[in-house]
């Protein structure tokens, strides 16, 4: 296992279509966490996982994303209705668990979504 | 609500001198985690150097390594013979009870040969 993977790394949708997005983590990591990067900005929080939980999700995960992790293994996050406010690098994250581990975060090459 | 500033949008340096780079925090816990992650061009975000609030000593990797001001909340990154490779994004993230990172708006750095 060589790092975070992510799929697909780019994705261009029409307005008001949903995307779906995977995230595959380090295999030995059970902290799985979701990150919104745009233009010039550093990456924004969106939600977490622990194992198959999710523990945390950020105010701006609107109720058009959602986001599940079945198995604690790979997770998905998906954008309903995408508007083009949406367009951003989204980036997935894992972490082993624990005091110093789960802060350790290992990032993916994001997938990056265009919204016409 | 913790914050991260990073006041110096780029920096520049010539090649093999030394360049530092400057990040706050605000939070109001004692035990947190302070990281500095390097970003290239359309390229994927790699962890530079991480430090844990109760250690008094400065984390130091090869060329990399911070001054950690607890007590004024203040992470900076002194990068020692920089090199052409070090030219990216550099962000400074908390790690606090939360869980999450949270990260400032990235310092651009290029390197001049």
């Known amino acids: 296992d060589t790092g975070v993977s992510q799929d697909p790394r780019h994705k261009i949708t029409k307005r008001g279509q949903n995307v779906t997005f995977r995230c595959d983590p380090i295999s030995e990591h059970n902290r799985l966490y979701w990150y919104r990067q745009t233009l010039g900005q550093g990456p924004e929080f969106l939600t977490y996982f622990q194992n198959e939980a999710q523990l945390e999700k950020s105010r701006l995960l609107s109720d058009r994303f959602s986001a599940e992790r079945p198995k604690g293994s790979f997770s998905t996050l998906e954008i309903q209705r995408t508007e083009q406010g949406d367009s951003a690098m989204y980036l997935c994250?894992?972490?082993?668990?624990?005091?110093?581990?789960?802060?350790?975060?290992?990032f993916g090459p994001g997938t990056r979504l265009t919204v016409t | 609500a913790q914050t991260v500033t990073q006041s110096q949008p780029e920096m520049s340096v010539q090649e093999a001198e030394t360049v530092t780079l400057s990040c706050t925090y605000d939070?109001?816990?004692?035990?947190?985690?302070l990281f500095w992650y390097k970003q290239p061009p359309s390229r994927q975000m790699i962890l530079v150097i991480r430090?844990?609030?109760?250690?008094?000593q400065n984390a130091t990797e090869n060329r990399f390594s911070v001054n950690f001001q607890k007590a004024a909340k203040s992470f900076s990154l002194k990068i020692s013979d920089s090199q052409l490779g070090d030219a990216a994004m550099y962000f400074c993230?908390?790690?606090?009870?939360?869980?999450?990172?949270?990260f400032g708006k990235g310092t651009k750095l290029s390197v001049k040969p």
């Open positions: 994250a894992s972490s082993l668990d624990g005091v110093t581990g789960a802060y350790e975060q290992y």
């Open positions: 993230a908390f790690g606090g009870s939360q869980g999450n990172l949270i």
């Open positions: 939070t109001s816990e004692s035990d947190y985690y």
């Open positions: 430090q844990e609030a109760y250690k008094q």
